[in-house]
Nanobody, 112 residues
Framework: QVQLVESGGGLVQPGGSLRLSCTAS????????ITWYRQAPGKQRELVAA???????KYADSVKGRFAISRDNAKKMVYLQMYSLKPEDTAVYYC??????WGQGTQVTVSS
């Protein structure tokens, strides 16, 4: 059984920063397959950040240069560091593994 738990969301002012964490447990071969998604009200869920098979990272165009995905293999944790947050970043952020398992999500609200 695989379980993903997100944390670190909250209310932040525009221009602020947050770091989200995704803690994985269970039978996981590699946390490199964990990906961050988000879903804003009334919108489809979209990919935000992921690790690539080549050992690099990829980001949605809307967050490039502002968000960074990283991992701690020993702790089975994946992070999403978010800088220069904008109101349009407001969404529920989810981590996903292999397109199969989802966490419960963590709410990020960017508002003054």
């Amino acid at each position: 059984q695989v379980q993903l738990v997100e944390s670190g969301g909250g209310l932040v002012q525009p221009g602020g920063s947050l770091r989200l964490s995704c803690t994985a447990s269970g039978s996981i071969f590699s946390i490199n397959t964990i990906t961050w998604y988000r879903q804003a009200p009334g919108k489809q869920r979209e990919l935000v950040a992921a690790f690539t098979s080549g050992g690099s990272t990829k980001y949605a165009d809307s967050v490039k240069g502002r968000f960074a995905i990283s991992r701690d293999n020993a702790k089975k944790m994946v992070y999403l560091q978010m800088y220069s947050l904008k109101p349009e970043d407001t969404a529920v952020y989810y981590c996903n593994i292999l397109g199969l398992y989802w966490g419960q999500g963590t709410q990020v609200t960017v508002s003054s």
